[in-house]
């Protein structure tokens, strides 16, 4: 019974990701990066609180990625290499743009500041990315409670935040992440007492992870 677990525990337990989808773990690992180099002196100065809260999301990021890729099947964690890699490029090519092409920490916050938002919106709707199945099934198995929690509390913490610090580049994607959190929440609400807990796995067809850098 998958009810109330948490995914990863679910994950374990079964010893299959069954038909979670890794993509709000791959989207908010290259979020939190991002924000990490936002929050460096030399792109927007006196950002400690940022840096330090975006590196301890990379490592939990990065241990939730590294459970889903055990559990996953051959198919699956080519796919999830193939992703992480390129995210890992993408970050290569953002901090050498960043570094010799722009100057000034102006500069420097405007550019990694509008990719941040950019993948900030990316991260909130994640989740979903499974609405299609929901509504098809009626069924909220696998669309997490405690990552749609999550996702609607640190949007309004992090408003909050810059709404004190007048910081357009972290309150224009984490407002609209509190819209998607309450989306998500309306959705779970829906069909909550339509879902299967119950349901045999094995009788729907494998969801893949879909590329989030894919346009």
Known sequence: MTKCRPTFLTIHKEKS???FKSDPYVITIFNCMLWMLYGMPFV???SLLVITINGAGVVIEAIYITIFFIYSDSAKRRKLSLTLAMEALAMLIVTIITLVFL???KS???FVGILCIIMNIAMYGSPLTVMSRVIKTKSVKYMPLPLSLANLANGIVWSIYALIKFDPFILIPNGLGCFSGVLQLVLYGTYY????WEEDDNNHSDIELQ???RA
Do not use: E, I
């Open 193 to 196: 007492k339509t879902t299967n």
């Open 103 to 105: 100057h000034g920490t």
């Open 211 to 213: 590329d989030p850098a």
């Open 108 to 110: 420097r916050s405007a």
């Open 44 to 46: 927007h100065p006196d």
């Open 17 to 19: 990701v069954l038909q």
